[in-house]
């Protein structure tokens, strides 16, 4: 059976980033990646306190919904995600899991008040996609401050990591693929 890595836009994030993610983690991960497009009620997880969607239901959401042929479904959105513990997530995925979903909504700089730069915003999008499906792979933080899956609180910390998992955590999604 072929592997397959779905995208699911949800509620319209910037197309032009869409094609930049979709190439960025079939080259990582090795799996074709395609776009998959399912009606999901999002309204149903939008917290009116906090102006934020639970990003864990979103999650329940797309396994719900997941293809029989699908390896791993990520969910990606312009959406202001949260988790009942944190303010926001860039993301959330299943740890050893088969989810995971990335929102640009904090990604894009006009969010701190800075001029808005599409490729810094495709670029930290496509490696918060990498980080939330490294979860999936059964990887934590890690400790080397380029690798892909080192934990990032702000945007900018995002920019100091590279697409790529270092030596010792790309072992371990190799490991997982084959």
């Known amino acids: 059976m072929t592997r397959k890595l779905y995208i699911v836009p949800i509620a319209h994030p910037r197309q032009e980033n869409l094609e930049l993610l979709r190439r960025t983690l079939s080259e990582i991960f090795t799996i074709p990646a395609e ?8 309204d149903s997880v939008y917290n009116i306190r906090r102006n934020q969607y639970h990003a864990t239901e979103i999650l329940a959401m797309l396994l719900r919904k997941m293809p029989a042929d699908a390896d791993r479904i990520i969910g990606v959105t312009n959406l202001d995600l949260y988790i009942p513990i944190l303010t926001f997530v860039f993301g959330e995925a299943q740890l050893k899991g088969r989810a995971a979903v990335v929102s640009c909504f904090r990604l894009r700089n006009e969010f701190y008040g800075l001029p808005a ?16 499906l490294g979860h999936t792979f059964g990887l934590i933080h890690c400790e080397n401050p380029t690798c892909v899956m080192h934990a990032s609180t702000y945007a900018e910390e995002i920019d100091l990591k590279n697409y790529q998992f270092c030596p010792n955590c790309r072992a371990v999604v190799n490991s997982k693929i084959r």
């Not at 730069?117 to 939330?132: C, G, I, Q, S, T």
């Open 117 to 132: 730069n599409n490729d810094l915003l495709a670029e930290r999008f496509a490696k918060e996609a990498v980080h939330e």
């Open 35 to 42: 776009f998959l497009s399912l009606k999901l009620n999002i």
